[in-house]
DNA sequence: TTGAAAGCGCTAACAC
DNA sequence: GTGTTAGCGCTTTCAA
């Protein structure tokens, strides 16, 4: 449990003043050379660190920012995180990462925790578009924040999100241009705001719910739910033709359920889903899935953060981009086959580092 | 961009001295009932909530342990992470995860800027059992540190993990009895203890290598690595009995290759992994794979990093756990038919928030 | 260019 | 039981 050396020390055994070795360290101020070649000595040979807690409380800043996710166990939030942790690399700054287990109360808890810790600024994926306001507008009062992917109306918040009827439209006009007549849409309940735009979305093209050729089924982006919603449909009577996901984790859950009960996909039925993550890919077959931009998603959301000169409050903004759809086995035609080099088109994944 | 109310607006708001209302605040200490109703009042009124880093500089204690993982890409390092947090917050604590991108360079740096944040501990699995010791021991210096899973033979860190062996020699002797004569390994190469203990393991319960009854093949642990084999096995002529696959990760790659070349599992081979993470139970036919009591391991690794009464060295530990083999229809016989009641076993996972 | 001194927000002695 | 004071480690005026 070996004291940690401090600037004081540095400088002793520089034998400068507190005053010119921090400023040395810090390397911008104006030191003579010769000193700052002592200090610069002296410095390593006691393994000097600086204090970033001791130095975020004099200068209010801590080159860090805190990004809230709603479960670390949706791979779609993991390349979120990894991408942001990217970006932020690249002019070192770090995150500190919290997990809000999908509860707004938690959730409020780990944005007070970020706050008490002095982030630069805050980058939040709302667990909810109703119960996560609060703790958003709490924290927007002490610093930048940005809402990610999702959306809870807040007046001093910056989003940065993809377009989900967008992504929904392209998903069933897909199925629909392979000659998919009824559909089933497999997703979470609409307290989020992503899952109640794609909710919206899917009402607004699959036709009439009268009709019969539109089924719903809602709970949450979980693999069980997944599964769940499977032995639905298998009960439920015949299949639709095409199944729409809300999220790649509900259609894994899904899938493995349908093979279990030797459904064939595609042939049978065509299941398209969201998010585009490994997920999709180690099933077989893999899933057409929706892609969103999450590289330039992540950079726009920190240039947001970045975006307030004086710390001033200026009209928030919010950027929308277009997803894609990924098209692979899942909703193959018969005279398809399997590609193997799909996995190319993702073979460079962002390293991760959080912070 | 608001101030945050500190303890001497609180103390003004309150009439009492900034002591006092530190005093109220904490509550540990005694104060008239009146003055602490007074103070939790203005404190209430003024929404204040103490900065952390200011008390961390003060107590030199922060509440808070650094985690250090390799990937958060792997699934077992997210559920050991989700096993710490829960541990860590029924003490109130909260956790500041890190990924070292498998790099033990962004690992000497991230654990430098855990240790600059004054964490009160730090729990690291090791990317490297080589590269990751200096980084190790420098961190020793300033706290405690538990080594998680993996480690890198390290003089003042205590280890926290489960019985490679045992684990292995479980998967081995399982399809033994299945009637596999010949088998194949698919791991990772021996840079982290964990790769190296199964690796032994295998070779010394799978039988002689000249005898062209075991076959090796080694890179990572990672999907893209378990395609790749699998297409060397396919390539080199007659499927093994079995494979024994160094991690979940690499399992699912390789089971979506031998699928696509429309090898029957178990059937045709049969397959045995380790983690027993959720994307065993996407894949059909789900995966027989090693279970690590990770929670018990977690509560073990935050028990050790508490237990140094003065912050006094002390001799070194290590904690071993015993895995057990959880068995599903990768190595189903001809008799046993998919069990849909297996997901039951991990209904209640373990929710995260980190930290 | 350098040093002395003040202070970020908090708590722990030490007096009263 | 309460207030005063000092100081955690750092940066940054302000003088010299």
Redesign the pocket.
């Known amino acids: 449990m070996k004291?940690?050396?401090?600037?004081?020390?540095?400088?002793a055994e520089a034998?400068?003043?507190?005053?010119?070795?921090?400023?040395?360290?810090?390397g911008?101020?104006?030191?003579?050379p010769?000193?700052?070649r002592r200090v610069a000595a002296a410095s390593q040979r006691l393994g000097?660190?600086?204090?970033v807690m001791?130095?975020a409380?004099?200068?209010?800043q801590t080159g860090t920012i805190g990004v809230v996710v709603p479960s670390i166990t949706n791979p779609f939030f993991v390349s979120a995180v990894e991408a942001l942790e990217g970006v932020l690399a690249r002019s070192n700054r770090s995150l500190v990462l919290c997990d809000a287990r999908n509860s707004a109360l938690t959730e409020a808890e780990r944005i007070e925790f970020l706050v008490s810790r002095m982030v630069d600024g805050l980058v939040v994926i709302p667990v909810s578009r109703r119960d996560s306001r609060q703790a958003l507008n709490l924290a927007a009062a002490h610093g930048p924040v940005v809402q990610f992917d999702r959306y809870a109306p807040s007046t001093n918040t910056d989003f940065v999100g993809a377009d989900n009827a967008e992504g929904v439209r392209q998903m069933v006009e897909h199925v629909q241009a392979l000659g998919a007549r009824t559909m089933a849409y497999v997703g979470a309940q609409p307290t989020s705001s992503s899952a109640a735009e794609r909710l919206d979305a899917f009402r607004g093209l699959a036709g009439s719910p009268s009709g019969d050729r539109r089924m719903e089924f809602l709970d949450d982006f979980t693999t069980e739910w997944g599964r769940t919603a499977g032995e639905h449909l298998l009960a439920d009577g015949p299949l639709p033709d095409a199944i729409v996901c809300g999220a790649d984790l509900i259609a894994v859950g899904l899938l493995s359920v349908l093979q279990d009960a030797k459904v064939k996909v595609p042939a049978d039925v065509k299941i398209v889903s969201y998010d585009d993550s490994m997920m999709g890919l180690i099933t077989s077959p893999r899933l057409t899935s929706v892609r969103q931009p999450v590289e330039l998603m992540a950079e726009e959301a920190i240039r947001l953060l970045g975006d307030r000169p004086d710390g001033e409050p200026r009209p928030s903004r919010k950027s929308i981009f277009s997803p894609t759809l990924v098209i692979r086995e899942s909703t193959a035609t018969a005279s398809s086959r399997p590609s193997r080099t799909e996995h190319s088109d993702r073979a460079a994944p962002h390293p991760a580092a959080i912070p």
């Open positions: 004291k940690r050396a401090t600037v004081r020390d540095v400088a034998g400068v003043s507190p005053a010119t070795a921090a400023r040395a360290l810090s911008n101020a104006s030191v003579d010769v000193l700052a000097y660190t600086t204090n001791a130095r409380l004099r200068t209010q």
